[in-house]
């Protein structure tokens, strides 16, 4: 079969300013099972894939792919679509703006999520989607090059997202120690959403209920593991034998390695006393338990008697101001 990637594979449902997203199914027998799933409903070139706002009908073929193309148009005297991106990544940027929503939903947490407009003649469409907290933390994911992020900001690593084929500055990775990406799969006539933690070592890919939003920024599981200090290399890889290899790690384990990551970047002291309590009753009853749980959990210690030293310091040097 012949892929020519100029043809229509995505369209918004319902109305051309609608931001529901479709991809078109590539094969004659799934489009059959597509067009009934979907009969009544109508396929637009809309104006949140940067479209001309005319309807859509698909196209069955067994020869090549299957498409949408545009209704014949009564207007002769209007141009022609100038739609530039127009495959199967082309609404991305919708579906991670729906993936955003179902985690603020999921989490309980009061915000909205944004997508940039699309810039006519620029493709692809919405470089930018942004989730906006109520508290007003804003976390920035950046689908292109279009709009660079600003890693020099505060909490740069934790506030800005890249697309997984952005290229990034190495240097960039070296100094902030971590990067999240995003990434959209096809699967079936969705994408599904991947984010993912990005170090020396490599990236590590979560869905989105594995990950957590706060006035901290974007947090994944990959955050539990990460050194105190930058990575300048990988490590060097050894050969696991029969009695060293890592104990699997459950849902328990992942979570509370998750929320143990995300009170020290809240710095959060009571709830990360609290953690190392539960990290204490899981290693206590788990004779198998991962070693980055204790890894964790030590390292969570050190930095609350390095935050109790910092304490008892200022106060002594106020002390000492007010004699």
């Known amino acids: 079969m012949r892929d020519d990637r100029r043809q229509i594979q995505t369209a918004v449902l319902g109305s051309v300013d609608s931001q529901e997203p479709l991809v078109l199914p590539l094969e004659a027998i799934e489009l059959d099972a597509f067009r009934k799933w979907y009969q009544g409903q109508s396929f637009w070139c809309g104006t949140w894939l940067d479209g001309c706002g005319r309807q859509l009908t698909t196209k069955l073929y067994v020869d090549r792919v299957c498409h949408f193309a545009h209704h014949p148009d009564p207007d002769t005297t209007r141009p022609p679509c100038a739609r530039r991106a127009r495959d199967v990544a082309s609404a991305d940027h919708l579906y991670v703006k729906a993936a955003a929503e179902g985690l603020l939903r999921t989490q309980g947490l009061p915000g909205e999520v944004v997508c940039s407009p699309p810039r006519p003649g620029h493709a692809p469409a919405g470089p930018v989607v942004r989730v906006q907290l109520k508290d007003g933390a804003v976390l920035t994911i950046h689908m292109n090059t279009a709009v660079p992020p600003d890693w020099?900001?505060?909490?740069?690593?934790?506030?800005?997202?890249?697309?997984?084929?952005?290229?990034?500055?190495?240097?960039?990775?070296?100094?902030?120690?971590?990067?999240?990406?995003?990434?959209?799969?096809?699967?079936?006539?969705?994408?599904?959403?991947?984010?993912?933690?990005?170090?020396?070592?490599?990236?590590?890919?979560?869905?989105p209920e594995q990950c957590s939003l706060g006035p901290a920024g974007l947090m994944t599981p990959a955050l539990a593991d990460l050194p105190d200090r930058p990575i300048a290399r990988p490590p060097a890889r050894t050969q696991d034998g029969p009695h060293n290899q890592p104990a699997r790690m459950s849902e328990e384990i992942r979570h509370l390695l998750l929320r143990l990551a995300t009170a020290r970047r809240g710095r959060d002291i009571a709830l990360t006393r609290r953690l190392i309590k539960e990290c204490d009753g899981v290693l206590s009853r788990r004779t198998a338990a991962p070693t980055v749980l204790k890894e964790a959990r030590d390292s969570a210690e050190r930095w609350l008697l390095e935050h109790s030293k910092g304490v008892v310091a200022q106060g002594r040097r106020k002390a000492g101001s007010s004699s």
């Open 152 to 207: 020099d900001g505060p909490q740069a690593a934790d506030r800005a997202v890249v697309e997984a084929g952005v290229l990034l500055d190495r240097t960039v990775l070296q100094r902030l120690r971590y990067v999240h990406r995003i990434r959209c799969d096809s699967q079936g006539t969705s994408r599904r959403i991947q984010i993912g933690t990005e170090t020396a070592r490599g990236t590590q890919w979560f869905t």
